[in-house]
């Protein structure tokens, strides 16, 4: 067991090393501004006690580095610093949008997840059956829509046309939980579309690959009926690909979800990003980037860690 | 009850009837599950329902049509190896393959076929379509088939160029590391990581907010951002040819590190990475819309699908398909892209079972 726990940890480590780059990155990126962030936000035609003004109040006297670790430091204690258009704290803004944009991608999540799972098992089982190949060409349909079509082709049918959903998915803090799953209906189910096509193919792919491994055909040859050879013999070597599908999945769930935000008006952290990119509002933008990748590594490594837990060949790496 | 309906539903399951009778077990299948769909199609949406049906139908049947002929004609026109590989390509890779032809012929003569131009105001906003326009004007009065027109060469154009120059970035990094090795394939291998490991939507915005959204600088953060994925097909498949005899022999000879990855390592690792081509450009071509749509890619008066969606999205609201027309021509050509990818795939993987 001693020798788990080592993987794992080293494992840790490298997603947390990846984290501190990326926060540099994300930092610095805007270091490389032509000029500076007073020069960017108030322009060619500011006057230079302007520019000194504004330089003293966001701390750009001093040297790069110390502001990062400042910048860092306050990131951890979940202070963002201050907006530059609203000149309100990012972290105040960002905390009920990040809870929005978390409740979404859940909603989605538990809807997608085992209906994927299930359709891609029993793909893999029928593969090359007529069902395959109709559930394939759908798939590949879902995953080449950019998100923004099957949205707007839902608004249509079921908002418009049918009247069923709302098309906006406005929600506020006093909304009870039903109404907000009501109302965020139409986003969940656009991204659940995207997703289940990911996650069954992905599914099948590697149920395929499991079924026709030496063991599973031995397992046929000497007798043993269909289900007991799923049950028995692929399940418990499948967990650890199906672990991996899901949580690469729902990392993709993350990201995806900025172009969904922005076709609902959906009020999350997505919608918030986009927004301050085209404000130029850097503090916004920082603090949005650095909690979409460290979402988005958490899970990947969360990927990992399963798929090492689960899978007794990667736990004795040669 | 109507002749329509009664029509209809003689139709499916006579026709699945008669295919049960003559053994066609695969149509009696898609006949009969037809034929159960338009049951519950019918009771819970009706009469309009069972159109629906009809025309979705009709549409899937004259897509087949289309791709069988073209595969037809491809068979016929190429030379011979070419057509024995295209006479046994499945049906919706024959459909992919008449979609890309489709547009890059509009991409390329698009001003020839479009009767306006991109930017040209010939009417008042949102107009309905007539015999002049035929999908009707957007919201500033221009044709709105026009635009789709120019969509294809200015989207399309954009993503290719972003894609090659991913490509040459990534491939000759990668086959750079495999033949040397050692100290700059570790850096290079990290550096990758770090890339691959930021979403890369995410990481899109963040450097188009600092570098602003013009053309080229669209281009450039496209191509570093899809850059690492190609480095690490080149990579690994170059890691597999770099230990191969000839490559030792072309050492000794005394040839430089340049002309083995030109005339030694390229040739011999080209068949992966033409498959990855395609499947990059869709993802490639699938952010460049999203940027767009979210403001922040292609910027106006020039014709684009993804600001053509954002543009003309209040249109939604009144239950018109306009907005839908360029994010379906976006859908489209990805899923073209994605059958071809797919068949070549299969192909070269040799998968049979």
């Known amino acids: ?318 | 009850m109507n002749y329509f309906i009664i029509g209809f539903y003689a139709l499916v399951i006579g026709a699945s009837t008669l295919a049960a009778y003559y053994q066609k077990r695969t149509t009696f299948i898609l006949l009969f599950s037809l034929t159960l769909v338009s049951f519950v199609m019918g009771i819970v949406g009706g009469e309009s329902m069972l159109w629906a049906v009809t025309l979705l139908a009709g549409i899937i049947a004259f897509s087949a049509g289309v791709s069988y002929s073209f595969r037809e004609f491809l068979v016929i026109i190429l030379p011979g190896d070419m057509s024995k590989e295209v006479k046994t390509a499945p049906l919706t890779a024959g459909f992919g393959l008449f979609v890309i032809f489709t547009y890059a012929i509009s991409g390329i003569f698009a001003p020839i076929i479009a009767p306006y131009g991109e930017a040209e105001i010939i009417s008042s906003a949102f107009a309905l379509a007539d015999d002049n326009m035929l999908l009707g004007a957007d919201q500033l009065g221009r044709d709105m088939f026009s635009r789709i027109i120019y969509g294809a060469r200015n989207t399309v154009g954009l993503a290719l160029l972003a894609t090659i120059l991913a490509f040459l970035m990534g491939a000759t990094a990668g086959l750079y590391a495999a033949t040397k090795g050692g100290k700059l394939d570790q850096l290079l291998g990290r550096i990758v990581d770090v890339i691959m490991s930021i979403p890369s939507l995410i990481f899109s915005l963040l450097l188009l907010s600092i570098f602003g959204t013009n053309t080229t600088t669209l281009i450039i953060v496209i191509a570093i951002i899809y850059s690492p994925r190609v480095f690490r097909l080149a990579r690994s498949v170059g890691g597999n040819v770099v230990v191969m005899d000839y490559i030792e022999a072309a050492k000794l000879r005394g040839e430089g590190t340049w002309y083995l990855i030109r005339k030694e390592m390229l040739p011999n690792s080209l068949a992966p990475l033409i498959a990855e081509f395609g499947l990059e450009f869709c993802f490639v071509f699938l952010l460049v819309a999203g940027l767009s749509f979210l403001g922040l890619g292609i910027q106006p008066p020039t014709a684009d699908w993804g600001s053509m969606v954002r543009e003309n999205a209040t249109l939604i609201s009144f239950g018109e398909i306009t907005p839908l027309i360029p994010a379906g021509a976006i859908a489209l050509l990805t899923v073209a892209v994605n059958f071809v990818v797919d068949w070549m795939l299969y192909r070269s993987s040799g998968l049979k079972e």
């Open chain 1, 1 to 318: 067991m001693g020798d788990i726990a080592t993987i794992v940890l080293k494992r840790l480590g490298l997603g947390f090393v990846t984290l501190l780059v990326i926060s540099i990155i994300i930092f610095f990126a805007v270091e490389l501004l032509p000029g500076d962030i007073a020069q960017a936000v108030l322009g060619q035609g500011a006057t230079d006690e302007n520019l000194a003004a504004m330089r003293k109040e966001l701390g750009l006297d001093r040297p790069a580095p110390v502001r990062y670790f400042e910048w860092l430091g306050g990131a951890l204690t979940g202070d963002f610093g201050k907006s530059l258009v609203s000149q309100t704290p990012v972290a105040e803004a960002i905390g009920t949008r990040f809870g929005n944009t978390l409740f979404l991608a859940t909603f989605a999540a538990v809807i997608a997840v085992p209906i994927a799972i299930f359709l891609g098992i029993l793909v893999a089982l029928f593969r090359n059956s007529v069902f395959d190949r109709v559930a394939n060409v759908v798939t590949l349909t879902s995953i080449s829509s950019p998100e923004f079509f099957l949205g707007y082709i839902l608004i249509l049918f079921l908002a418009v046309k049918g009247g069923y959903f709302p098309a906006i998915a406005k929600i506020d803090e006093g909304m009870s939980f039903f109404d907000k799953l009501y109302r965020t209906f139409l986003p969940a189910l656009t991204m659940v579309l995207v997703v289940v096509a990911h996650m069954m193919r992905m599914t099948r792919a590697s149920i395929i690959n499991l079924l026709a491994s030496p063991y599973v055909e031995m397992a046929r040859l000497k007798g043993v009926p269909a289900w007991k050879v799923i049950v028995k013999h692929a399940l418990p070597n499948a967990w650890a690909p199906v672990i991996n599908v899901v949580a690469l999945n729902l990392a993709y769930l993350i990201t995806g979800v900025v172009l969904v935000e922005v076709v609902f008006v959906y009020p999350g952290i997505g919608q918030m990003l986009v927004d301050s990119v085209t404000k130029r509002d850097f503090p916004v933008v920082q603090a949005c980037c650095l909690i979409f990748a460290a979402t988005f590594i958490l899970l990947n490594l969360a990927a990992d860690v399963g798929s090492i837990l689960t899978n007794p060949r990667l736990r004795h790496p040669k």
